[in-house]
């Protein structure tokens, strides 16, 4: 029997979306199962006690001393998340707090809370490194699932992360990045063979102020039943500011500036009307 233009197009529509939801059905069974609380495990996991000391260039290498000598006499040194800036790249992959991986078959989302939320965009859709992309702490990350063993099941997450900025560093204790910001970042999501509740994050740092490249291995556990997740919002309980290339203490009591260490020079005050008393 012959249709009228409009009921064909009807049904061709009606056909083409039932095979565009058939489509989209998804085999998540051939991904491995990043499900749940990942949190690290034993002492610290911070870059110099899993990958040894940082290999920097004497210049960087200044710089970090000088980084871990400010700290040792109560300044926070290196190290900008005192001033509630995000971790960014690889700092927040030290899981400080608990990490949430979340897969979908075009991105894969990082998720935690340390300094305020925070969050990764893992692309797995075959796209190329955009031209121009807007450079951030995260950066910007292309990933590829690997089928090692040729069965249709994949084993693990190949990423490499671009278009960084700072400021950043490796951890707490302040390892520098160079300041040309061409920092790129290998890594290697992977569950331990022998314990499914084990997971892996190799992480490669290339960075000019770096003799070589750093290579840690981070390992986290699954929590199987997480009652809540962490939730944090730095400034309400941050005591550091930082102006200009100092660093100063609000007194929480007043709410009035306080120097960080003996003798440490106001802040410039040249906008301000000096003149009142």
């Given amino acids: 029997m012959r249709c009228s233009a409009l009921t064909c197009a009807v049904a061709l529509a009606a056909g083409l979306a039932a095979t565009s939801a058939i ?22 996991n911070n870059w110099r006690q899993l990958a040894g000391p940082p290999p920097l260039t004497p210049e960087y290498q200044k710089v970090f001393d000088k980084s871990v000598a400010d700290q040792r006499a109560g300044r926070p040194g ?57 450079r951030t702490l995260v950066g910007y990350s ?6 090692e063993n040729g069965d249709g099941k994949y084993t693990a997450l190949e990423v490499e992360t671009r278009f960084l900025r700072g400021p950043r560093a490796y951890e707490a204790s302040g390892i520098p990045f160079h300041e040309d910001n ?3 970042i290998k890594e290697r999501f992977y569950l331990d063979k022998a314990d ?16 070589r490249p750093y290579t840690k291995v981070q390992k986290a556990v699954r929590k199987p039943d997480p009652k809540e997740w962490l939730l ?17 203490v609000v ?7 306080m120097p960080a260490y003996k003798d440490q020079p106001p802040p410039d005050l040249s906008y301000f009307d000096q003149s009142r008393k």
């Avoid at 069974?29 to 690290?40: H, S, T, V």
């Avoid at 292309?142 to 089928?147: A, R």
Wanted: hydrophobic share 35%; with cysteine.
């Fill in 232 to 248: 944090e919002t730095c400034p309400l309980d941050n005591v550091w500011v930082k102006i200009g290339d100092e660093a100063y």
């Fill in 196 to 211: 499914r509740n084990t997971l892996y994050d190799a992480i490669t740092v290339i960075d000019h102020a770096m003799t």
């Fill in 78 to 134: 290196n190290w900008p998340s005192t001033f509630c800036i995000p971790e960014g790249m690889p700092a927040m992959m030290n899981l400080y707090n608990p990490m949430e991986i979340i897969i979908t078959p075009e991105t894969t989302y990082i998720l935690m809370s340390h300094n305020n939320d925070v969050y990764r965009r893992i692309y797995t859709d075959g796209r190329d490194w955009p031209q121009d992309a807007q």
């Fill in 251 to 257: 007194n929480v009591t007043n709410g009035k500036l």
């Fill in 182 to 184: 061409q920092t790129i």
């Fill in 23 to 44: 489509a989209q059905v998804v085999d998540f069974g051939k991904y491995p199962d990043f499900n749940g609380q990942w949190d690290r495990t034993g002492p610290p």
């Fill in 142 to 147: 292309i990933g590829k699932w690997v089928d």
